[in-house]
């Protein structure tokens, strides 16, 4: 049996994975008994921002990374691909779908028991029973209390910030355009299913003048206080848009208000700066800001933001906002495997183990199901190689430097790199990615994880309660010719 803390991301992904091993899993999620600040439902895999797990292609690291976890049986991608809203390059869901379908398939699971309770200190683990904790960046106090008290002050805190949400109806359709950035959507059908050949985001264009008057607004702007926070730290992928701006004038314009790679049709040249809108949901009345987390006071966010050419008499279903984000040190305590060093029945996955964004929680989480149930059956641990994306990324979490460690998305910078790099980056990119699918599907096949034979079936089939490790393979052996 595992036991697995946090049905989110991580959570959902490691128990699919274990459970679809053959394991008995107990998955504790403790909503909606205890809700969290952000959640709004009681559904497993609760998108809390965004509905972009973000580039889809492979020439970019997080298309790589997602094209992995699919050929490793993801359960996160699955339902990301049964949910997909237009995007451009991007893999955008409907976040209602998404999690109903991941709640499904975890609810139905013959092996998975869903129990609704929080969870206040670490459980007990041991090689029969390994604890994996999955609680996210809200993760309450009393549970933070007990992982501070077993990693000492590794255990740290920062926060993030998150976009707001317009009503698409209240957009001013004459004063802005559709196009994916460099066209994008144009071949993009195949991968999604869905374009009407206009390009997949509203696109709010900037004179100069305008771009002045927005910027003096936001740098004017008045902050939320954010409270009880000891330190205030960001993480640099996710800057909120007022902090940038105080860096520099035309430091958004080189950031979420770039204007590269669009043209207005009705101008035919570049904006001086543009905002960016996403489909947010399926229904397709929801935009969100791409890339405009702040936290900036509501009241003054009302006001800015409605300088944006466009956004006039916007509505706003979501203004942006700071949260919390609790993580472990990653480097100093923990290995390849997201085992705890030193304790190696218990495993951290997700935010909480110092990753950072959706799909590399989910990746962890399928690294860290994975490696409980090679635990419990005696096999090798799943360490893929570090020319993959998963692999690189299990690597950089248990091995960067700790003194100065920052929860990273994936990218192609902490990839090994290619001894015969092309020159171009773009085939440099490419190159990454055929050879990490190469090296991924040789480590697989050659992975007791991955067995899929004949005589696993038949041995499953004629026992209901799964049989792993030594006993597993004396059976096989012993399997009638027929069945082999
Ligand atoms: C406000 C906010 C905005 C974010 N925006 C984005 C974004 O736009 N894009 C992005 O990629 N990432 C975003 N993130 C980061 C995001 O949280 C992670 O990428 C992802 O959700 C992490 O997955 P997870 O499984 O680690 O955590 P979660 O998805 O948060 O899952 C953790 C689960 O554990 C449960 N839980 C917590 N404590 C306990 C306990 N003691 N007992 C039992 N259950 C417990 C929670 O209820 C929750 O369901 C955001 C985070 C926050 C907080």
Redesign the pocket.
């Known amino acids: 049996m595992i036991h697995i803390?946090?049905?989110?991301?991580?959570?959902s992904e490691a128990t699919w994975q274990a459970a679809s091993r053959g394991m008995p899993v107990s998955l504790?999620?403790?909503?909606p008994v205890?809700p969290?600040a952000?959640?709004k439902t009681d559904r497993?895999?609760?998108?809390?921002?965004?509905n972009?797990f973000?580039g889809d292609k492979l020439d970019n690291a997080v298309g790589l990374l997602k094209e992995e976890m699919r050929r490793l049986g993801s359960l996160v991608l699955r339902a990301a691909e049964a949910s997909r809203v237009p995007a451009g390059a991007a893999l955008a869901v409907d976040r209602d779908r998404f999690s109903e379908i991941v709640t499904g398939e975890l609810a139905r699971h013959p092996l998975v028991t869903i129990r609704r309770?929080?969870?206040?200190t670490i459980p007990a683990s041991s090689e029969r029973e390994p604890v994996i904790i999955?609680?996210?960046?809200?993760?309450?106090q009393?549970?933070s209390t007990s992982i501070r008290s077993l990693v000492g002050r590794d255990h740290l805190y920062f926060y993030?910030a998150?976009?707001p949400i317009v009503l698409a109806e209240t957009i001013d359709r004459s004063k802005v355009f559709r196009a994916s950035r460099w066209d994008r959507s144009l071949g993009r059908s195949q991968a999604c299913g869905v374009d009407d050949g206009e390009g997949d985001y509203v696109n709010c264009p900037f004179t100069r003048d305008q771009y002045d008057r927005f910027y003096d607004a936001l740098v004017q702007a008045e902050s939320a206080t954010v409270h009880d926070f000891d330190r205030e730290r960001f993480f640099e992928g996710c800057l909120p848009i007022e902090v940038m701006a105080h860096r520099g004038r035309d430091t958004l314009r080189f950031g979420p208000m770039k204007p590269v790679g669009l043209v207005d049709p009705r101008s035919g040249s570049m904006p001086y700066a543009v905002v960016q809108l996403r489909q947010d949901n399926l229904a397709g009345d929801h935009y969100s800001l791409v890339g405009f987390q702040t936290q900036i006071k509501w009241s003054e966010q009302s006001r800015v933001l409605r300088l944006i050419p466009g956004l006039e008499e916007a509505e706003f279903v979501r203004f942006g906002?700071v949260?919390?984000?609790t993580y472990v040190n990653g480097p100093a305590i923990l290995s390849e495997t997201w085992q705890v060093k030193g304790r190696p029945a218990l495993f951290f996955?997700?935010?909480?183990s110092g990753v950072?964004?959706?799909?590399?929680?989910?990746a962890s989480?399928l690294m860290a199901g994975l490696n409980a149930v090679a635990l419990i059956a005696g096999l090798a641990p799943a360490v893929p190689p570090r020319t993959t994306a998963i692999g690189a990324l299990s690597y950089y979490a248990s091995h960067a430097d700790p003194q100065h460690y920052e929860p990273s998305n994936i990218t192609f910078g902490i990839i090994e790199p290619l001894e015969h790099a092309p020159r171009s980056r773009m085939e440099r990119k490419l190159a990454l990615s055929a050879r990490a699918l190469a090296d991924l599907t040789r480590w697989m096949s050659g992975s007791d994880l991955f067995r899929s034979g004949r005589s696993d079936q038949a041995l499953d089939a004629l026992n209901p309660v799964p049989i792993v490790g030594e006993r597993r393979k004396a059976l096989l052996e012993r399997l009638p010719a027929e069945l082999q």
């Open positions: 803390v946090g049905g989110g991301l991580a959570g504790y999620e403790m909503r205890r969290t952000v959640h497993l895999a609760e998108l809390v921002c965004s972009s973000r309770e929080e969870i206040l999955a609680t996210g960046p809200l993760t309450g009393a549970l993030d998150i976009s906002m949260h919390r984000n996955a997700g935010q909480m950072e964004g959706y799909v590399e929680s989910a989480g």
